[in-house]
């Protein structure tokens, strides 16, 4: 009897949980559509800098670290065509003697930081609320050139419309960047 009800619960948890995998959770997301790449010189940041120059409305930044010349050129780029560009940074941005922070708010770039947090370690564009940019990549050259990373484009409005709904949470309690430097403290030209 005792081998008939251990095979008896055996398949009742097992139908348990073939109905759990059969019911998507409210946040769940079929994304066909993704790029996938892997650092240290897997094209990562020409992959995102390639996007960047696609973008035609919005891009929205949320990054833990930032130190890519090529993507803060690109994202400068962008806002200089008319592109809504938008940029949350963690707070260790703030405290840096010349960081990304200033120079995108420099450039008239919106930049806030997010400081609610132990760590903003998010690390995510969303581009013209179809394209989302995420993974482990950090928006650095260390990430680029030295690191193990792995970095996920994925094309979809409502995978987007997700990572926008996050970005605007963190928008909501995170603080204006002034850029504040003085003359002396400014980068030279063309720098980070």
Known sequence: MVLKRSKLFAALVAAALFSLLQVSPVWAIKVADVDVYFSP???CTEAIVR????????????????????????????HKRGVRVEIILDKSQRSQ???????FAHA????????????AHD????????????GSF?????????NAENLLIGHSRELAEKYR????????????????????????????
């Open 41 to 43: 010189q897997g094209g």
């Open 123 to 134: 690390k995510v564009m969303i581009i013209d609320r179809a394209v989302v940019i995420t």
């Open 51 to 78: 996007q960047i120059d696609q973008a035609r409305e919005e891009v929205l930044v949320q990054a833990y670290s930032f130190s890519s010349a090529p993507i803060a050129q690109a994202l400068l780029k962008a």
């Open 138 to 146: 950090n928006f650095t050259k260390a990430a680029q050139e030295k």
């Open 97 to 103: 003697r010349y960081s990304s922070s200033t120079f």
């Open 108 to 119: 008239g770039i919106p930049t806030y930081i997010d400081g609610r947090h132990a760590i």
């Open 165 to 192: 709904g996050h970005w605007y949470d963190h928008r909501s309690h995170a603080e204006e960047y002034g850029g504040h430097f003085s003359v002396n403290e400014a980068p030279a030209k063309g720098g980070l």
